[in-house]
């Protein structure tokens, strides 16, 4: 069982930055690949960017590649969304999940979720 806690997000001017974290428990997390998400009011939610498990290999969605960060530190089983260059339509609740196995931009492949954190991007 692997538990999700997401910290960070906020209100940031078009052009900023802001770092969410993703803190897990769960002795079998550092095996977990681990996928960020967003969901915009009214949309559905959507890929944004995956780790693997070691954290050797990343995947992001051309909308955010070069702007957004993933990374983690399996010693103190975070991840890390850092995103840079913010823009206005990066606006939206952001999730964390975590999966055993490849990472995978389908959110039905992912076991766990954490809360959700609010990012506002103001133009």
């Known amino acids: 069982q692997v538990q999700l806690v997401q910290s960070g997000g906020g209100l940031v001017q078009a052009g900023g930055s802001l770092r969410l974290s993703c803190a897990a428990s769960g002795r079998t997390f550092n095996s977990h690949a681990v996928g960020w998400f967003r969901q915009a009011p009214g949309k559905e939610r959507e890929f944004v960017g995956a780790?693997?498990?070691?954290?050797?290999?990343?995947y992001y969605v051309d909308s955010v590649k070069g702007r957004f960060t993933i990374s983690r530190e399996n010693s103190k089983s975070m991840v890390y969304l850092q995103m840079n260059s913010l823009k206005p339509e990066d606006t939206a609740v952001y999730y964390c999940?975590?999966?055993?196995?490849?990472?995978?931009?389908?959110?039905?492949?992912?076991?766990?979720w954490g809360q959700g954190t609010q990012v506002t991007v103001s133009s």
């Open positions: 780790i693997n498990w070691s954290g050797s290999r990343t």
């Open positions: 999940a975590a999966r055993l196995g490849p990472y995978s931009d389908d959110t039905s492949r992912y076991d766990y």
